[in-house]
């Protein structure tokens, strides 16, 4: 098992920046990818954007390419997600996923945290 735990989600401005973590626990000694999901109500949960364990490869939904960077330290067992260029339409809550594979869909993932939220205001 392995437990995730988001924070860093607030009120930002459009135009501001917010940087997400994702922290892991539990069996953090098994290599997993970590993916970051958001939704907002009433709409199912959107890929934003994945890192395989080692850090090498990241992938990107297009609505956030360019602006949206994900990293990782293994050795804090830590996942970021660095938003920059925030717009109103950036607004949902977040989440973090870990799974086994370096998927698209929610359903692939395990493992998630409890989600944080971002508002970006206009």
């Known amino acids: 098992q392995v437990q995730l735990a988001e924070s860093g989600g607030g009120l930002v401005q459009a135009g501001g920046s917010l940087r997400l973590s994702c922290v892991a626990s539990g069996r953090t000694a098994s290599r997993y990818v970590t993916g970051w999901f958001r939704q907002t109500p009433g709409k199912d949960r959107e890929f934003v954007g994945r890192i395989t364990w080692g850090g090498g490869s990241t992938d990107y939904a297009d609505s956030v390419k360019d602006r949206f960077i994900i990293s990782r330290d293994n050795t804090k067992n830590t996942v970021h997600l660095q938003m920059n260029n925030l717009k109103p339409e950036d607004t949902a809550v977040y989440y973090c996923?870990?799974?086994?594979?370096?998927?698209?869909?929610?359903?692939?993932?395990?493992?998630w945290g409890q989600g944080t939220q971002v508002t970006v205001s206009s």
């Open positions: 996923a870990a799974g086994a594979y370096y998927a698209l869909l929610p359903s692939m993932y395990p493992y």
